[in-house]
């Protein structure tokens, strides 16, 4: 009996052996009882220790994320560690990894990773845990009476820790998140089998995501320096709440839909209920330099402001109240805004480079436009009078600009995302109000949209704009446009971390979030698209022959044609010259169908001036003893002549178009101090006057708009700094003698928010000097001097957007930006050199050299964006398709005018 009582023991403990063995082996706990609570984002994969997927370059990759590159990343340290390939891969081989990011500290990101194992996996782990050689050296430490081990490669110098629990290997390029996860099992009474927090769907086959909206909220709030219309704007975003992530079938879309109770949504969404959205109508209003752009879809614009007032009230009341003090100070109705809306409101967020703000831009479609404009002056006009300032005016391109002086007066109309107006300027402009944050956006704006350049002529805007479906809000996020104004509102201790996600973040350029308010709900659609395609490395750099223009009639030409773009017609046009004074304008693609005579050479380079006001450019030609105004219209170009006059001292003119009395007249001035006033009837030219202390001013010869005028900047080479308006009167203050030389001319700065502009100048001696509008100089920075004979000048850019500073010591010639840092060197260079600088845009700054073997690119990192020297008889242009990534380069051979093209990126 006691043998039997024996062997039924032995068999119980075997079969509980057996079972536990079972358990131990069999059980997939979840790795849920492991993450910190946290963590930002998850990511369960089985397919990122895969090599990755054979796609096109447009297509999404997993590893297009930055978090999803950190996390396959992190695998090699692995490998790294673990030099035998085949031991490895049996290990990751068909594993569900989880990858988790955290917060480390105040300035660090960092994530973890949970790889599951099983009794077969038993060799690979002692592998890992016998780690101790002079490449690889493995030390452990106890936390919360687990032990860890830190791993140090020697050859990376890079380290990572791992530990084990239960069926899971734990590891991190951070001690500290594996200490933390000991931590939190230590606290564990029993490991439960919990299941994700929130619901998720695949994002591909094989991926999930999670994400801890609260927990990335308040990263957020600590990450942002100061409480701005980027942290009004987080502050909409859904918290806590159920998504589905996916990536659509032709893998060019990552998509996040999430929908929130209207009890637990941001109040700002309620005030969205009931309108129905329409499809955007406002293509040809959006520039392309748009780094972020809002759309409003209001089809009761009435009904959402009386929404928008209550919200106001209750959860943004400091505006509310300073709306209510401007009604009793200046006797204003800032609320009839809402009354002149007519369905749509967009706000459009300027690009930014890394010293220039691009500006805000707010555009209004309106029930009636003459309405707006009386409003809109009466209420600056009140504001003006109480305030006892002067009126400002000014014409561009036939468009009338005024100022209102209420400070961040969007924010107040339509709430705190609208911040960013320091100053208000507006204008209308074809049914729609053009609300600007400094004259200097209004400027770019008014330009870019008479010329076309806007999403509904862009391949990629339109790309863009084909996602957007019918929603009362829409945002459009550009990613590599906005990515100096991104760094520019982050904390200084988080700015080294993000900029090394610049590249994948650009990977994903442009990301949609569109919000539908329903009965009882809120819906959210987010949309982060691949929108750059990158070029085939075969192609970066080749120069291709697009077209070539042959020259017309048989004649050569005389100079380098002029690119036009024809606004009335939609395409580029050539503006060509013969040797035998011909003026024969060609459209790319098509026979030339008229020529004009000229009496001579062309002597200028050709102007754009609105010359009848109507909201059009003309092209300003001169020759010897003519003035011509070659006007586009719908059925082709027509030239007008003035009459003959005497022979002028320079041709170099700069034009005075924004005068009052602009619809009869228009002066010029030389770089000499000549004034001349030319009559719009009967198109004579006659001199006008002289500024006798103006002799050789250094060119290009800048123009400065203040108190309602225009000025031109006229800087000489002693150091006299003058400002002219087109009667030869000086600004306030003007001229202002800075005893010491300048080779190049001044800068108009017009993003100071204190001031309506400001000068920067370069003295040839290496002094870098900013002046205020009221003459005196505010800021002084001395560069070194590396000679004797180094000289420094100013390199305007081409469309005077931006400069940079020229350091020459005899041929060597060192650029350097705008706060003193080195950029390359270019070296030989000669006196027929040229130089030249061309913004197309925060990403796309190029440097032209033209010497006698032509004209090489770079860009400010001094990498050659061409293979080799272009050669051409007259000087090329340059223009960026950006929609193509591509550079068209117009330059002119014996056979006429060849069009070329590169491919950048």
Sequence with gaps: MKRLYWFLGIVCLAGLACWAYYRWSTNERSVWAYIPENYLLAVESTELQNPPEPLRSYQIKLTDLPILEEAQDALQLLRQAVPDTSLLHSFLHNKTITYSLHAETNSVVNYLIYIPYQPGDQSFLSYLNGLNSNEVRGLKHQTAKQSITDVTLSKSRKRFSFMQYDNYLILSPSSLLVENVAMKISKLLDVPDNAPPTPAEYATAKTKFWLNWANLSVLAGRMMSQQSAAGSLLALLPVNTAYKTTVNKVRKGLLVETTTATKDAHAYWQTFDSQQAAALISQRFIPNSTAAFYQFSLSDPIGWANRFLRYQKKHEPSKANLKSEWQDKYIISPDSVYYHINRELILCRMESDELNEGGNILLMKLNNARAFQNWMHYESGSIRQEEKAKKFEEIISGYTVRQIL??????????????????????????????????????????????????????????????????????????????????????????????????????????????????????????????????????????????????????????????????????????????????????????????????????????????????????????????????????????????????????????????????????????????????????????????????????????????????????????????????????????????????????????????????????????????????????????????????????????????????????????????????????????????????????TKIIAVTDSRGTMLYNLQGEALIQAPIPSLYKVTIEFAESYQKLFIYATSDKGVQILTSKIR
């Excluded at 590599?480 to 982050?490: A, M, P, Q, V």
């Excluded at 290009?700 to 009667?727: C, E, F, R, W």
């Excluded at 870098?768 to 000679?787: A, C, T």
């Design 406 to 843: 209420l400070p961040e007066l969007p924010s107040l109309w339509f709430g705190s995302i609208f911040q960013g107006f320091p100053k208000t300027y507006y204008t209308v402009i074809d049914g729609y109000a053009v609300v600007a944050s400094n004259m200097q956006a209004m400027r770019n704006y008014i330009t870019d949209y008479k010329r076309g350049n806007v999403w509904m002529n862009s391949a990629q805007g339109q790309e863009v704009l084909r996602i957007l479906q019918p929603r009362p809000f829409s945002l459009v996020f550009n990613a590599g446009k906005s990515w100096f104004s991104i760094l520019k509102n982050l904390r200084s201790e988080w700015k080294g971390p993000i900029t090394n996600l610049e590249e994948p973040i650009k990977r994903l350029n442009f990301l949609t979030w569109q919000v539908t308010v329903l009965p009882g709900k809120v819906d959210h659609q987010f949309v982060w698209t691949k929108g750059r395609v990158t070029a085939d490395p075969s192609l970066l750099r080749k120069v291709f022959l697009q077209k070539l223009i042959p020259n017309p009639l048989g004649r050569p030409l005389q100079r380098e044609p002029y690119v036009y773009r024809n606004a009335v017609t939609g395409t580029t046009d050539l503006i060509l010259t013969t040797k035998d004074n011909y003026l024969i304008p060609v459209t790319v693609g098509a026979t030339p169908t008229v020529k004009f005579r000229l009496s001579g050479p062309l002597v200028a380079p050709v102007q754009l001036m609105d010359y009848f006001g109507k909201g059009r450019d003309q092209l300003v030609l001169f020759t010897e003893n003519h003035l011509y105004i070659l006007n586009p219209t719908s059925k082709g170009y027509q030239l007008y002549a003035s009459k003959p006059f005497s022979k002028l001292l320079d041709y170099e003119l700069t034009l005075f178009d924004q005068t009052p009395e602009r619809k009869k007249q228009f002066s010029a001035l030389d770089a000499d101090g000549h004034l001349y006033t030319i009559t719009k009837a009967t198109l004579s030219l006659v001199p006008s006057g002289l500024r006798s202390d103006i002799r050789h001013a250094n060119l290009p010869i800048s123009m400065a708009y203040t108190q309602g005028d225009s000025y031109a900047v006229l800087l000489q080479p002693n150091g006299s700094v003058a400002l002219s308006n087109a009667k030869g009167l000086s600004l306030p203050n003007f001229p202002v003698q800075l005893n010491q030389p300048f080779d190049g001319p001044a800068f108009v700065e017009t993003t100071d928010r204190d001031a309506d502009f400001a000068l920067q100048l370069v003295s040839a001696n290496g002094e870098i000097l900013k002046m205020s509008q009221e003459g005196k100089v505010v800021n002084r920075r001395q560069l070194i001097k590396p000679s004797k004979e180094t000289r420094f000048r100013m390199l305007v850019e081409e469309s005077a957007k931006d400069w940079l500073i020229i350091q020459q010591t005899n041929q060597n010639v060192t650029l350097f930006d705008k706060q003193a840092n080195s950029l390359f060197n270019i070296f030989p260079i000669t006196s027929e050199s040229q130089l030249r600088y061309y913004d197309f845009g925060a990403e």
